[in-house]
């Protein structure tokens, strides 16, 4: 099976504008996790989506946003970017919301400039 | 969820078994051990999980103590490409809450 993928990669972007991060998960995986990376407060967990409804949150403010498709894949977004938001953005999918084990793709290295 | 703590670094000679451990004194019963490894820059790569027994799979070895306390990692055999860093998870079934609880890991250097 093929593992997560994420698009794009790499991405730079300057303050204020605003960006989509895409996730597609292992086939037969419906669940969607959204983790956030930085050097400083390590690997935060973001939001989780569930047949295309969020479950979970984590402590991010309303800037930070996602939805996943009917096809399980998803998407983040986040808008007015701020140069703390460089970061590496990890997607991880699992069979359901009561499977713990996820499986985490690439991720998109995000450079705010 | 219960809090792990793990050594921040180590260092193994290749061909060595590496023996990674994690103390999690506060576990509940539902509660599992996960490990997970993160090679530089990379996505964080699923090894093993266990709740009371001992556990093994092509890529290693997990060993839990009786009173579930504690655990071990190991990798049988380390190469180079075993350096990364490692973080242990402890995760009740069921899912939900607040995604994976990652904390600092222990970063396992192996020398050649």
């Known amino acids: 099976k093929a593992g997560v993928t994420q698009t794009p990669r790499y991405l730079i972007k300057t303050r204020g504008q605003q960006v989509t991060l895409s996730c597609s998960p292992i086939?037969?995986?419906?669940?969607v996790s959204w983790y956030q990376q930085t050097p400083g407060q390590g690997l935060q967990f973001l939001f989780e989506?569930?047949?295309?409804?969020?479950?979970n949150k984590g402590n991010f403010p309303g800037r930070f946003s996602g939805r996943q498709f009917s096809n399980s894949r998803s998407e983040m977004n986040v808008s007015t970017l701020e140069l703390g938001d460089s970061a590496l953005y990890l997607c991880?999918?699992?069979?359901?919301?009561?499977?713990?084990?996820?499986?985490f793709g690439p991720g998109t290295r995000l450079t705010v400039l | 969820d219960a809090k792990t703590t793990q050594p921040p670094s180590m260092d193994c000679a290749e061909g060595r078994a590496a023996n990674l451990p994690c103390n999690h004194s506060?576990?509940?019963?539902?509660?599992?051990v996960y490990w997970y490894r993160q090679i530089h820059s990379q996505g964080p790569q699923y090894i093993i999980h266990?709740?009371?027994n001992n556990e093994t799979n092509e890529m290693a070895s997990l060993i839990i103590t009786e009173d579930r306390k504690s655990s071990t990692l190991i990798l049988p055999h380390a190469t180079l490409r075993d350096t990364a860093v490692y973080y242990c998870?402890?995760?009740?079934?069921?899912?939900?809450?607040?995604?994976?609880?990652f904390g600092k890991g222990t970063h396992l250097i192996i020398q050649p």
């Open positions: 991880a999918s699992s069979f359901s919301t009561d499977t713990d084990t996820q499986y």
């Open positions: 266990g709740l009371k």
């Open positions: 506060t576990i509940s019963g539902n509660e599992y």
């Open positions: 086939s037969g995986h419906r669940s």
């Open positions: 998870i402890v995760r009740a079934s069921g899912g939900g809450a607040d995604g994976l609880t």
């Open positions: 989506y569930f047949s295309e409804t969020q479950r």
